[in-house]
């Protein structure tokens, strides 16, 4: 592994803002359905348990208000920092932040400095807004304050003047989100409509000022007059009201046309360095930070080889896996076959429909000759191995958005097999876009299909994309063309991801994706427990493999991957289980969304700063950001041990992010995450759309649902 250096986009936090005592308190008064992590959150402090607390400021009058109400406290003791850093450096790390966004009021600074430094950009009526974003961590026993910023895209007016300022129109809304313009970050739920209410408004009006510190002029030249007429919004999950003309209603990528979604990428999307230098400036505006980003210094990952199977069925090394199908187009080219298929599918004749969108009948002379040539070279190659094969003759048909429904029954009276294939060759479509209702009709008929674009297809002349839609295809049939190198320490690495959906007669709770010490896929298994809120608890996933299911957890090495962090309840469980089955459990937690930023454009790269693993595997055309790595813990013979991220577990991370087998990849086009989790968060948004689950095909490791 070579060794670099990159800045991120942290700073070093002066000493005089740091607070060195902290103070306890416990809630005396009783308060009826408090939050105490929402409120202790908001006064920027710690919750200890549900009465008592640590904030990083005195409150000399000993009272605090939640939800209009008075709040009593006792002071319990003054504590030092110090103790709290060598206990919990994440509570530290939070009271430390607190200190900075009640005392110093960071955050309406921040949102001053930015609007200075990034102008907001109008693009056909939708106004594009910076919007910071911080944390604070400690690293080398210093404290950083973490930079960021996003965007956020609103319509033009505010909402009251969107609905032309008609209460009625205004409850249309009632479901639709939100963000409150002075905090254009949050989003919120519209939960109801109340008549007007004079004293609600002049109080948001004062939060403006206050706590967002904008000038009346700003207010009245942003919003213009304000209207005592109109009504107070109630949105759910936050007790405080909103006035319709203070908020934007948002909408979603899937409401803008072509071009504008490109101008407001082109916007928005910022490489690297570019949004380094723009943090720079924002920081250097900073009293409580030192001028420059910290430097740290980044491993190299190795580009560890992959293994398929060349024409003998002897393993083969390969780097990338872009020239994979070269052998479809190009007789003389090496021929690799895959490292493993599935019994089910193995030397089987899949009965192929070629669907083909009916605004595409002027072209359909080179369509059927573009498949035809693609289908006849694989399955000359495909007859002497144990591929599968596709018998796609006279199963040519047409079908637009009208009339999917008489193309799927006409394929149920012709279709009556286990398995069958679909290949569909489609325009683009921006509203109503036919794919996933297709693929999923034709699915429940027992038929796997790919999409494929013709505007795009018909443009390869590289044969690029007919070789990526034949690894796609061979993903779809559970066909796992490549495996690691070398094998890994974990019988099982299993990516986890919650989300709700139907199995059997229950609704399920989520999946989980497991790999085995090759790094092929085994098995997607949906999760089937009671109740599990927003996160499954690992314990009851590691009981149900164990009970439900044919895998084996006794005596085992297995390491989880997760988007999530692993609650104490959990950890007391996974102690348990570990010394009950003799196995040795590990947890890694994987943030896809987090703040951190490396201002460079290079990839493959990987740091440790304070206890996070800074991952960054893959290139984009744009800005590509880095994965965090924030907990690993080892539960192992009813004992739990804390690890630390280090160079040889971002290396194996970084190999199963090229285990992608629904894409060819080249140089740096590895997954974001490694493929685990990848197809777990897949699988997860499969089950939201009510895709039907074939448990037999997620067994044999089948990727139908992508």
């Known amino acids: 592994m070579k060794n670099l250096r990159y800045k991120i986009n942290a700073y070093r936090i002066k000493k005089d803002y740091i607070p060195k005592e902290v103070y306890r308190y416990r809630i005396r008064s009783f308060i009826e359905n408090i939050n105490i992590y929402r409120f202790v959150g908001f006064y920027g402090g710690v919750a200890l348990n549900q009465s008592e607390f640590i904030l990083p400021y ?6 605090l208000e939640y939800d209009g109400k008075d709040v009593k406290l006792e002071h319990i003791d003054t504590l030092n920092l110090e103790d709290i850093e060598n206990k919990d450096k994440e509570k530290a790390e939070k009271l430390v932040r607190g200190y900075l966004t009640s005392i110093y009021k960071l955050k309406p600074i921040l949102y001053k400095i930015l609007r200075d430094v990034r102008e907001s950009k109008i693009i056909n009526d939708i106004r594009v807004d910076p919007i910071p974003d911080f944390t604070v961590k400690r690293h080398n026993n210093e404290y950083y304050l973490v930079i960021d910023f996003n965007h956020t895209a609103t319509v033009l007016k505010n909402l009251w003047d969107f609905v032309g300022r008609d209460k009625l129109k205004l409850e249309d809304y009632i479901g639709k989100k939100i963000i409150f313009k002075p905090n254009p970050k949050k989003r919120y739920t519209i939960k109801s409509i109340e008549k007007q209410n004079k004293k609600d408004i002049d109080d948001i009006v004062e939060h403006i000022i206050e706590y967002y510190k904008w000038t009346e002029e700003e207010i009245k030249s942003t919003f213009g007059e304000i209207d005592y007429t109109q009504p107070i919004i109630h949105c759910e999950g936050i007790p405080y009201p909103f006035a319709p003309q203070f908020c934007n209603i948002v909408f979603t990528m899937e409401d803008l046309d072509e071009n504008t979604l490109k101008d407001l990428q ?10 380094g230098n723009i943090i720079n400036q924002i920081a250097k505006k900073l009293r409580f930070v030192e001028n420059e980003p910290i430097e740290l210094e980044f491993i190299k990952f190795n580009n560890t080889p992959l293994i398929v199977k060349d024409e003998n069925g002897k393993p083969t090394k390969i780097y990338t896996t872009n020239r994979l199908f070269r052998w479809n187009y190009d007789s003389k080219s090496k021929l690799y076959l895959p490292y493993d298929i599935p019994d089910i599918i193995k030397n089987k004749t899949l009965t192929t429909f070629v669907l083909i969108d009916e605004n595409l009948k002027n072209v359909s002379g080179k369509i059927k000759r573009k498949v035809y040539q693609m289908f006849k070279n694989y399955n000359k190659i495909a007859s002497k191995t144990e591929l599968p094969k596709f018998d796609f003759a006279n199963k040519w048909k047409y079908f637009s958005n009208n009339n999917i429904r008489d193309v799927i029954r ?15 060759i489609g325009n683009r479509y921006y509203e109503n876009d036919y794919y996933e209702t297709l693929k999923m009709q ?31 295809i061979m993903g779809k049939l559970g066909i796992k063309y490549f495996a690691l190198d070398a094998k890994v320490n974990y019988d099982y690495i299993m990516g986890l991801d919650s989300g709700l959906g139907a199995f059997k007669s229950n609704r399920v709770s989520g999946c989980t994706v497991i790999y085995d010490s090759e790094g092929k896929i085994r098995r997607i298994q949906p999760i089937d427990v009671p109740s599990p809120g927003e996160r499954i608890p690992i314990h009851l996933v590691v009981e149900f493999l164990e009970t439900k299911t044919d895998i084996n957890m006794e005596n085992k090495n297995i390491l989880f991957l997760r988007d999530g962090f692993v609650q104490n309840s959990e950890r007391e469980e996974l102690k348990k289980l570990s010394k009950e089955l003799n196995s040795n459990i590990e947890v890694i937690s994987i943030r896809k969304n987090n703040k951190y930023k490396v201002f460079t454009s290079d990839y493959g790269i990987g740091s440790i700063f304070g206890n996070d693993g800074i991952f960054l595997p893959h290139k984009t055309t744009f800005g590509s950001n880095p994965v965090k790595l924030s907990t690993w ?12 991220i280090n160079e040889s577990i971002m290396q194996l991370l970084y190999d199963l992010t090229k285990m992608n087998y629904s894409a060819l990849y080249g140089e740096g086009r590895n997954l974001r995450i490694p493929a685990p989790i990848h197809y777990a968060d897949k699988f997860v948004k499969a089950l939201g759309k009510n895709w039907k689950i074939d448990e037999e095909l997620l067994k044999h490791g089948f990727l139908y649902f992508i």
């Open 58 to 63: 005195p409150v000399e009058n000993l009272v």
């Open 266 to 275: 082109s916007y928005w999307r910022l490489p690297n360095e570019i949004k």
């Open 633 to 644: 813990l080892r539960f192992n013979s009813g004992n739990e041990e804390k690890l630390k």
């Open 442 to 472: 034709l699915f429940n008929l027992n038929i796997i299909s790919q999409n494929i674009l013709w505007e795009n297809w018909s443009k390869d002349d590289n044969n690029f994309m007919t070789n990526n839609l034949l690894i796609q």
């Open 410 to 424: 006409k394929i149920k009276d012709e279709f009556n097999e286990e398995l069958g294939f679909a290949l569909i």
